[in-house]
């Protein structure tokens, strides 16, 4: 023991946190005392003596005891009412008491010390053994405990570092994106804004918050009372794109997202997002206005591309007219080079007929989809109507399943089918009956279709080529045509989100292969 009370047993096991758990020995007789003190000698206990009520209150004002143990029969003040005070110290609520007693057996006053928080109350003589498992296993609880209320303290200060770091890193980053971060009281007030805020705004820099009308930003005053009104039904509006007025006067765009807070004490304020956007609706606005330019564009590129067709196809009838006319009435009296020019006109001006028809074709493929639920079988029997004179001619073979029904336009994909179909009896291989083979799969949100041919076949070269306008493969002394099908077709595929491309073999055949959506 040392001179200020406290006497230090040798290691046994317990486990220490901060130095060995503290053991309150309390009791008006010395040699009790020192009995005490050589039950729990050799532990890893420090134990601290007290020899009235008195002394042990203020021992409890500088230290944090595991157990304390109290004799209940002392002067001036006993036991009883030390306890009592002892509980309505705060670090003391609930530390453990046990109670020794030598003097009185009365259940009455066991029962008045178990009222008092006591854990245990023992009669004299005690069994140091069973004190000593007692002790041992409050002060191995305190320990525990102890620890567990380090750990949580670390990890509550780790959280909250952790949780200002982010803090600080999002303001800071929202300050370089330029995102204003602002809080308001109900009743307009500014709380707290960021420096983004301000300068969205024009608030000068240094410039304190509470010293600004929010209202001044609202163009039309009645907005801020309308806010208020759809937030508290609302609980919150986000990513409103609003007109407000700057310091300056100038007006801006803003994207504002805000939240209606409550705090412990149910004070309600109000939590905000702001970000200017008046460059991107500038750049919205100039958009809209581009596409309606370019629509008007369309349309008047659309009526001309009629009018154009409807007027150049006129004299080409009356040249087609008159070069029949002639070779009626005067053909037999034209000598040979006569003959050649005339019947040349006559296939010049139908060659630009089939052209200017081509065009407008083409032309019409620009205006907006009609997408609806196709039945390709339909279709297929509609072209095989139209080209029946040349599947006749041609001795063509035509072979299928069932084909499926797609979203996409009914004309368009005629179009693209009369365009294979035709094309692959147009380029077919002398003395070779022309064979079309037509299969389809499914493709995700897609059906596949094939058209496989046995006709000349195309160039590796000339794969992508021949989608473009006006390209031909061959001359007009070989092959018929002005190269505007497969652009057609390729158009055609795109506007209904498609997409085609073809494989093929000189000497062996073709395959072109498109894309359409399904129906379902």
């Known amino acids: ?11 046994t096991g317990v486990a220490k946190l901060g130095g060995y758990p503290k053991i309150l020995l309390v009791d008006d007789n010395e040699n009790k ?14 134990l601290i003596l007290a020899r009235s009520g008195i002394e042990a209150l203020r021992l409890l004002l500088v230290h944090d005891f595991a157990v304390i143990l109290l004799d209940v029969h002392m002067p001036i003040m006993d036991g009883f009412e030390t306890a009592a005070l002892t509980r309505t110290r705060k670090n003391c609520e609930h530390t ?19 009222s008092l928080g006591a854990v245990d109350y023992i009669f004299a003589p005690v069994i140091p053994d069973n004190l000593r498992a007692k002790v041992l296993a409050l002060s191995d609880l305190y320990v525990k405990s ?5 750990r949580a303290t670390a990890l509550r200060q780790e959280a909250e570092q952790r949780a200002k770091h982010l803090e600080t890193s999002l303001e800071s980053l929202l300050n370089r994106l330029e995102v204003g971060v602002f809080s308001m009281a109900m009743d307009g007030r500014l709380i707290s804004a960021n420096p983004a805020f301000m300068r969205i705004f024009g608030i000068p820099p240094g410039t304190d918050v509470r010293t600004i009308d929010p209202k001044q930003f609202y163009i ?12 508290r039904a609302d609980g919150g509006l986000h990513d409103q794109h609003v007109m407000r007025r700057r310091i300056d006067g100038s007006q801006i765009w ?107 074709d083409y032309s019409k493929l620009g205006y907006e989809c009609r997408a609806a639920v196709v ?73 596949q279709f094939s058209f496989a041919d046995n006709g000349i076949g195309i160039p590796e070269t000339s794969f992508e080529r021949i989608f473009q306008v006006f390209h031909r493969l061959h001359g007009r002394d070989k092959h018929e045509g002005n190269g505007i099908g497969l652009a057609i077709c390729r158009k055609a595929v795109q506007r209904m989100n498609g997409e085609i491309h073809v494989t093929s073999s000189l000497g062996i055949g073709s395959t072109f292969v498109f894309t359409l959506p399904s129906a379902d």
């Not at 040349?390 to 069932?402: F, P, Q, R």
Request: with cysteine.
């Open 1 to 11: 023991m040392d001179s200020s009370g406290h006497s230090l047993a040798e290691p």
């Open 146 to 150: 102890r620890d567990v209320e380090h």
């Open 220 to 231: 039309n005053e009645e907005d801020h009372a309308a806010t208020l009104v759809k937030l």
């Open 375 to 447: 039945d390709c079988n339909g279709v297929l029997d509609r072209v095989r109507y139209a080209l029946q004179s040349l599947i006749a001619d041609s001795e063509a073979v035509i072979a299928h399943g069932s084909l499926p029904a797609i979203h996409g336009d009914a004309i368009l994909v005629g179009q693209v089918y009369q365009n294979l179909i035709s094309n692959a009896i147009k380029f077919r291989r002398p003395d070779v009956k022309p064979l079309i083979s037509i299969s389809c799969e499914r493709a995700g949100a897609f059906w």
């Open 254 to 360: 803003i994207s504002t997202s805000r939240t209606l807070a409550t705090d412990i004490a149910g004070h309600e304020s109000i939590d905000g997002l702001i970000e200017e956007i008046t460059s991107r609706k500038e750049a919205e606005a100039a958009l809209i206005a581009k596409a309606a330019e370019l629509a008007r564009s369309n349309a008047e590129l659309a009526e001309f591309a009629y009018i154009a067709s409807h007027d150049l196809q006129e004299p080409l009838r009356m040249v087609s007219t008159y070069s029949s006319l002639v070779e009626l009435h005067y053909g037999p009296q034209l000598d040979a080079k006569g003959a050649s020019y005339l019947n040349r006109m006559g296939v010049a001006s139908r060659r630009m007929q089939t052209l200017i028809r081509d065009i407008l």
């Open 33 to 46: 005392l020192i009995a005490l003190e050589s039950v729990f000698a050799y532990l890893d206990l420090e």
């Open 96 to 114: 453990p008491i046990i109670f020794i007693t030598a003097v009185s057996k009365s259940e009455m006053h066991a029962a008045h010390g178990y």
